[in-house]
C-alpha cells in the first residue's frame, strides 16, 4: 500500500515507503512554513518552522542546533499531529499495524541519511522543545488550566512575534546552512 504525496518540488513521496533521495531541504523548510502549530489553535500564524528556527538559536536550550532545527522535519511529509492524537492512531497496512509514531521515527531516520545529519534525538531535545512549549503557551495560546501541569517549573524564553511563512521558509533554510557552514552540529 502506498501513501503517496507530491511535495513542494513535485517529488511524488510515499509516506510509509520514503527513500532517502526524495528528500530535500527545501521541501521540508517549505511545508514546515506552511504549518501552523497546534492545529491552528494559535492567537496568530505561527509555523512549525518558526518554533524549529527559534528552538535551534536559542543558545540557553540544551541540544545540538542541527537536531532542534530538525526534531519535526518528519512533520513535513504528514503534517503536525497533535501529540494527544498521535498517540492513538495507527497505520495498518498488509495486517500490520504500527503506530504513527513509527512512521515519524522512520521517516526521520530517511531524512538523517538523506541530509548526512545526525537525528537521533535525545532527552536534551524533549526538554528543549518543553521550554518552547511554556513560551508558546505564554505568547500565542489560550489561558487554560490545562497548560499547567505542562509549564509549572519551566522558564519562558524572549517573547515570540509570528513571522510570515515566506519569512519562516527563508529563515529555517538560512539557519540549516548556517549551522552546515559553521560547524556546530554533533
Known amino acids: 500500500m502506498k501513501a503517496e504525496i507530491v511535495t513542494y518540488t513535485g517529488k511524488l513521496f510515499d509516506i510509509l515507503n520514503p527513500k532517502p533521495e526524495l528528500v530535500c531541504i527545501e521541501d521540508i523548510a517549505h511545508s514546515l512554513a506552511n ?13 512549525v518552522a518558526q518554533h524549529s528556527v527559534l528552538m535551534a538559536v536559542a543558545t540557553e536550550l540544551p541540544g545540538d542546533p542541527m537536531q532542534k532545527l530538525l526534531h519535526d522535519s518528519a512533520e513535513a511529509y504528514f503534517g503536525d499531529i497533535v501529540s494527544p492524537l498521535k498517540r492513538k492512531i495507527y497505520v495498518c497496512e498488509q495486517g500490520y499495524s504500527r503506530r504513527i509514531g513509527e512512521v515519524e521515527v522512520n521517516l ?6 538523506a541530509l548526512g545529519v545526525n537525528l537521533d534525538l535525545g532527552p536534551d531535545i ?19 488550566p490545562v497548560w499547567d501541569k505542562y509549564i509549572e ?31 556546530v552540529s554533533g
Do not use: N
Not at 526521520?108 to 541519511?113: G, K, P
Not at 519551566?154 to 517573547?159: A, F, G, I, N, T
Not at 513571522?163 to 519562516?168: D, V
Open 35 to 47: 504549518q501552523c502549530r497546534y492545529t491552528g489553535h494559535t492567537k496568530e500564524f505561527y509555523s
Open 108 to 113: 526521520l531516520r530517511v531524512i538523517q541519511e
Open 153 to 183: 517549573g519551566y522558564k519562558p524564553l524572549k517573547h515570540i512575534i509570528p513571522w510570515t511563512p515566506t519569512f519562516a521558509e527563508r529563515q529555517f533554510l538560512h539557519t540549516y546552512h548556517e549551522i552546515l557552514e559553521l560547524g
Open 126 to 144: 524533549k526538554e528543549a522543545d518543553r521550554r518552547m512549549l511554556v513560551t508558546e503557551v505564554r505568547d500565542l495560546m489560550s489561558a487554560h
